[in-house]
């Protein structure tokens, strides 16, 4: 964003929509305002603080990242920084907002610094619940594809590295509208996302759409959506101890500029004694010039005693840019004292990783609260 | 002295009428084990809620009525036991699990029920709520709202004698 009008334009962009927001939370609640008889809840970590009179529920998650990766410095980053807003209007609205301040602080042995901090709009959107099991959604969104990129916060999630299965051939978010619920076939229930996007005319914020978000990644490839149009079902059986989704995603790239189909399925098993789950992708290009891309992995989860987990991750993906094999081994334990906080330790190794995600320790912090 | 048919008599007498209290006790025990999901007498469209809606009501996942009417389901605190059971008949999920999910759905904007106090609470706020959905023992149901479910604990889960019952009549 060098050219300055660019720049002037993109901050106005962001005045206008935080005014619009900043209006949108303060002003009074509609005609379901909270009753009376609608006490305040006591704090709890995890769930926000709620005030009854304004509908409104205030939150965020928090997470202190550490490396040690080879032939990278090890550092401490205070990684995320997110502020969740949620307010009720009347029975129908719900307005959402995450607004995240990124990469606050990093240090390291020689210095610390702040000039990689960022703060974006990460999601905001509107929700109008128009009938059973449909609901419609307006704004900036995760992108339906897969289980991790709908709910990736550090303390609710397994390991401190994400899959690079999650991030890489897709944008993280979209802007544009969304159809979404809940219905039951036969005595399950069926989880659906259908979407359309067109971040060219809608995008708000810079993007920070990164293809490969994990430490020590040297790539810089961005998977921003032009446009895209798909969805997502989640079949959930055996009293939601199985779940199995599908996606589809047809969408272009603002760079490189291609049109893609995405394929995607996905698992999630909890057992008594062990938990799996796993997703998997595959990518094709219009142009046959661009390679597909495509791979996947499964993960175990294991309960030990004290509130401590053992997790193992198996991955492996074949990158377009540039084309190759990456395999990822990662093995972790992690500690969850009480709900919405988790403590992290992490080994990761692999095959043709370096570029992507180098080998060594990963550790952190993190708390929903 | 009575006689030996007389002494028949009575003891015949004695196994009729304890017969008839443990059946009694055994009718009143499972009564208690039951669970009334009620919502307002005013809310005349909600005549019964299935067991799949009821459960997605409480999960937030169904947020509407077929009609387009809000649904506002409330909760018992965490450590009632009413609640505890009504999680496991209804919904089919631990209080940990529940935990973990509503975590989950926390990420995704959504928040879990509102919680009231007492039982009385919840039929005071259900009676004059439209759409307000809640759970209490059958006792305390009254004119001003109406069961649309009958939930039945297994006998594992049998809930114990409520004390706390109003003094009026069961409905």
Redesign the interface.
Known sequence: MSNPRRRYRHYADLLVWGLAAVLAWILPAGAAAADESWQAQPYQLGQGLYFPQQSLRVGGYADIHFYSLDKHRAALSVEDLSLFLSRDIGTHWKLFSETELGDALVIDSQHATTKDANIDVERLYADYHTRSGITLRFGKFLTPVGQWNLVHADPLVWTVSRPLTTTGSFSRHASGAMLYGTVNLRQNDLDYWLFADDSKALAFTRSHNLAFTDYGASSTLRNDFQHAVGGQFLYHMLDDRLSLGASYVRYALKTPRQQYRLTGIDFGWSGRRVEFSGEGIWRTADSPQVPDEYGGYVQAVVPLPRHLYAVARYERYRNSLPSQWVTLRTFGIDYRPESGMSLKLEYREGNNNAALAPNGVLASIGVLF | MPSTFTRWLVVLGVLVVAGTGARCAMAAQAGESRIAVIVSSRDHGVQTVDP??LR?IYLK??????????Y?PVNLPPESRLRQAFSRAAI??SER?L??Y???Q????V??P???GSEA?VV??VA??P?AIGYVEPCFVTADVHAVQMLTLPAAASLPPAAACPRRPVR
Request: hydrophobic fraction near 35%; proline fraction near 5%.
């Open positions: 799949g809606t997605n996942k169904v947020f509407v009525d077929p009609h387009g009417h809000a506002i089919g999920m699990r935990q973990n509503w975590n989950q926390y990420f995704q904007g928040s879990p509102f919680v009231l609470a005071e706020f004059k709520t759409g």
